[in-house]
């Protein structure tokens, strides 16, 4: 998060809510910035990476001023937008990915 503003918001919207029956708790952090580094990192037991950084990735939609400008920014809620999907990826295969992952029936609006 770039501003002290960005980061003012997500404590105000994400603290507190239930994510997977568990209460989320943010508060500011009192360094003023991270260090990664090699040492930090290591396999969770699914074997995924403990730490990613997804700062350069194409899909990142703050990368500039312009950028972030054209993003509206909304608080949380139940409704997940899904973008940059593969142009032949069907309803019903979300609707399966999402039983399978979240245990959920979600309805689906698919838009070209």
């Not at 990142?60 to 608080?75: C, D, E, G, I, V």
């Not at 899904?82 to 399966?96: D, L």
């Amino acid at each position: 998060m770039c501003t002290p503003g960005a980061v003012d918001r997500a404590c105000q919207w994400l603290n507190g809510i239930k994510l997977y029956s568990l209460e989320l708790s943010l508060s500011k952090s009192k360094q003023l910035h991270l260090v990664d580094s090699n040492q930090s990192k290591f396999m969770l037991p699914d074997n995924s990476q403990s730490f990613v950084d997804y700062s350069n990735s194409r899909n990142h939609r703050f990368t500039s001023q312009k950028m972030a400008k054209m993003n509206r920014l909304q608080k949380p809620n139940k409704i997940l937008h899904y973008f940059n999907a593969p142009a032949n990826f069907t309803e019903q295969q979300i609707k399966k990915l999402c039983s399978e992952q979240i245990d959920c029936e979600p309805q689906v609006k698919v838009r070209t």
